[in-house]
């Protein structure tokens, strides 16, 4: 069983940055493929990015690459994605995920579990 908080959501103008974090509990962390969704109102929740166990690999949605960034440290058992260069359209709240995988994950139901998510509303 891996709980999965997230935290670092907030109000922020375009063109600025936010971090956010998902603290994980259980000491299986470091073999679980990380990833981040988002989900707009009155929209399907979609892939952001993921990060292998070891943090070696990680690959993005065409609609963030270049602008965030996903990492982990699986000493502090936790997840971050640096999100720079805000637009209002990345506003919605995100969930970071947990997936039982070596393979490259990006549909929601390759993930097994999931945090509550964060909310992220970006101003023009």
């Known amino acids: 069983q891996l709980q999965l908080v997230e935290s670092g959501g907030g109000l922020v103008q375009a063109g600025g940055s936010l971090r956010l974090s998902c603290a994980a509990s259980?000491?299986?962390?470091?073999?679980?493929?990380m990833g981040w969704f988002r989900q707009a109102p009155g929209k399907e929740r979609e892939f952001v990015a993921t990060i292998s166990w070891s943090g070696g690999s990680t690959f993005y949605s065409d609609s963030v690459k270049g602008r965030f960034t996903i990492s982990r440290d699986n000493a502090k058992l936790t997840s971050y994605l640096q999100m720079n260069s805000l637009k209002p359209e990345d506003t919605a709240v995100y969930y970071c995920?947990?997936?039982?995988?070596?393979?490259?994950?990006?549909?929601?139901?390759?993930?097994?579990?999931w945090g509550q998510g964060t909310q992220v509303t970006v101003s023009s």
């Open positions: 259980g000491r299986t962390f470091s073999s679980y493929r």
């Open positions: 995920a947990a997936a039982r995988t070596s393979r490259l994950a990006t549909m929601r139901d390759e993930y097994d579990y």
